[in-house]
């Protein structure tokens, strides 16, 4: 059933186009502009404060990312959100590091008081830190899949919290609304060879949201799920592709799965199940 | 003739190595610097207001892009511009999203009216604003092709507006000086599947205008004629090495088929028509 | 003997993923962060100054590149730099563009005279700057090879007024501490064609620097020539595998061979030679 919906979704984004805002890290941007493009959809990138909520009231979704944030933005991420929730456009919200620095926390608390999330993806010890968790983080890349938190248990936590979708990404994969609960088997372990992995997965579901937003549906829950299950997808694709020449082409590749993806594939490659 | 010209100024690049000033969006800037290395010039990227001016008093041709435009470096694209103009280095200006925002609109009245302009190079919703002519703007990527502009005549009233070469790109690439008007007709629609291939153009550009700047000829017409050539042969190149392996690998052949360039290329190839 | 030293660090940067924090330029940073990773470690960004110190202090390296410096990140580079040493982590350091802008120039004298640096990674006319010659800078590309000044004497005085290892990149490739000299024979001059690649090097060099202060060596002489073998050996085999192709491929190429290092290529390919 979910699976059904994100192929509508994925037509949705190839006939709707829609505009993507990112207010994102300038260490993937490029990554990311270039996977929204990809799966179908159209990114902007502005980030000054006398242009943020400008440029969020002509686009169809909202993706913050503080990857590389700064007191600069961070001011242009709220503006923008809070737009974004005055006008009923979708905001994704990326947590890139959340636990790892006084800063990136307090910058997650200024957002999540501030903005209503529709979607919330990160890796498991930002997403744990965020439900309020005692987490060791280990700069911004892997979750830490030691500590025996339960993915699960932390998805519906934070979705309770924070009444939005959350999504956890890692060796599996779960999104969760509070009620309902989603696990994705797609990906490779080749991924977290690639940076930027993460932040193109949270911009591929703000590109699903956008399209949910045109099509009236608001199906966020299906958009985040979309979002990862093709970034999975993708990483199992390049890997057959690509996997034994490297990781730089590996990441190439990854943009390339995308951007063939079609419902044909995601019939024969998706696994995702509700539970 | 154009041609001729274009030929001559590749050479020129290849031989005088021209350093291209850059003030840029954080989106594309790697593929910027990349594809000015590929055609044969060297980038430097500057942009804070201590040293703008500088770089650009050692550098042979001037860029500025406001793809991602802040407060910050809109000071140093004026200080870098007003420093080229004195010392006779042409500008090529970029105003990416002009008519999308109040503040890029701000922006490009701020740099026009600072800054003399060589070369202005945008999308057709981009220019057409600049034109002063109503236009619908979605976003930052693509020109309106449906709203009814003749490109020629958009192209013209920037030249003779701002006494530069204007270059229109989209479906078909117009260039005037007010005067002259040249069509190219190279390129592929997978071009607007890649981010940045307006920024390559317009770096592209910057590349040639160097070379012209270097060789006396300031030839600035054909400057921006061989930059749109040049991106438009490399888009055409690339679809037939990598388009059917998806968007990645098409980006990653733009490059490579600017840097294996060549005058037979161009004499294969270039659709330059001047009318 | 240096070569067995790398071979271990080789090792020990996949055995414990050293942190790398590396407060950098917008140009290059995608492919520094996928370098680091494709040789083993994990890289992280983050320069704003409210978060700089703390990051640095669970990192195991810290490296400031002023690519694209400017007042901002300045400051913050140096407030890392500072807990670096305040903790025993090892900085390294590229002062890309020393000798091309008084800005720059302020800058390195800035940093040089507050943080002590392990490393220090430039080209030969940035580090003749440093070393206190006349130089006249082009750009921030390449170093000037028709300036008849010796690289060995360079490094030798860097190292020493600094008191820390000394690299100079170009042709040949210089490493001392003030007292040993290793050269580096390895790379190819495709590799000038790619931007980046310098800013690369150093990062890897961060990377063996930082598996060289977890294992207690703090053999960051061998750390550096390892960062510049690395470079120079994937520079030889992306040249073979796509050379030919272009200079994108080319790019991309290079990360591959980062990531399939082995100790094995070391053995076979490894030009490094101690005076």
Known sequence: MVKENI?????????????????????????????????????IMADDILEAAEITAISQSLVLNIGTLNQRTVE????AGRKANELGIPVVFDPVGAGASG????TVKQI?????????????SEMSYIAGLQVNTKGVDSA?????????????KVAEIYGCVAAITGAVDVVSDG????????????????????????????????????NGSKDYYSAAIGGIMTMGIAGEMAFETAGHMGTGS?????????SILSNEIIEERARVNEE
């Not at 242009?76 to 503006?79: E, K, Q, V, Y």
């Not at 800063?103 to 307090?106: A, I, Q, T």
């Not at 008081?113 to 498991?124: D, F, H, M, P, T």
């Open 76 to 79: 242009s991420m709220i503006a």
């Open 250 to 258: 590996y990441h190439i590749n990854i943009i390339d799965a995308v």
């Open 103 to 106: 800063f990136r926390n307090n």
């Open 7 to 43: 192929k509508q979704l994925l037509e949705d984004i190839r006939k709707n186009v829609p505009l993507v805002h990112n207010i994102t890290n300038y260490v993937t941007v490029n990554d990311c502009a270039n996977v929204v493009l990809a799966v179908g959809a159209s990114p």
């Open 144 to 156: 830490e899949e030691d500590n025996k938190i339960d993915g699960v248990s932390v998805a519906k």
């Open 112 to 124: 999540l008081s501030n903005v209503k999330i529709a979607i919330l993806r990160g890796n498991l």
């Open 179 to 214: 009620t309902r609960v989603t696990k994705i088997s797609n990906g490779h372990k080749m991924l977290s060879k690639v940076t930027g992995t993460g932040c193109m997965t949270t911009a591929l579901a703000g590109s699903y949201a956008g399209a949910a937003n045109i």
